[in-house]
């Protein structure tokens, strides 16, 4: 499985951003996607995470700002972010797993920077 993120960039403090991660090659058809994010000096973090039964879940630091969604074919993920903050700059990564858990996942994408600016 391959992962494409796009979507990253430069915004300011209050504006918003809408990340994409196109997954390719053998997809299981019961799979969890998600976005995570790593700031300097900091450890990697679940940012949000879906089903392909459309199942969601978020961080906290980042419930009723950004919404996490995918595409009819369940091939691409995205993650809208809405009034962003300084502190969610850092790098955001897509990835992918076989079956339900939003943990333990096999494929990773490259990262996409994201900076919000104060």
């Known amino acids: 499985v391959q992962l494409q993120a796009s979507g990253g960039g430069l915004v300011q403090a209050g504006g918003s951003l809408r990340l994409s991660c196109a997954a390719s090659?053998?997809?299981?058809?019961?799979?969890?996607m998600s976005w995570h994010r790593q700031a300097p000096g900091q450890q990697r973090e679940l940012v949000a995470g879906?089903?392909?039964?459309?199942?969601?879940n978020y961080a906290d630091s980042v419930k009723g700002r950004f919404t996490i969604s995918r595409d009819n074919a369940k091939t691409t993920v995205y993650l809208q972010m809405n009034s962003l903050k300084p502190v969610d700059t850092a790098v955001y990564y897509c990835?992918?797993?076989?079956?339900?858990?939003?943990?333990?996942?096999?494929?990773w994408g490259q990262g996409t920077l994201v900076t919000v600016s104060s």
């Open positions: 990835a992918y797993r076989r079956g339900w858990n939003y943990y333990g996942y096999e494929y």
């Open positions: 090659g053998s997809i299981f058809s019961i799979n969890t």
């Open positions: 879906i089903q392909s039964g459309s199942r969601t």
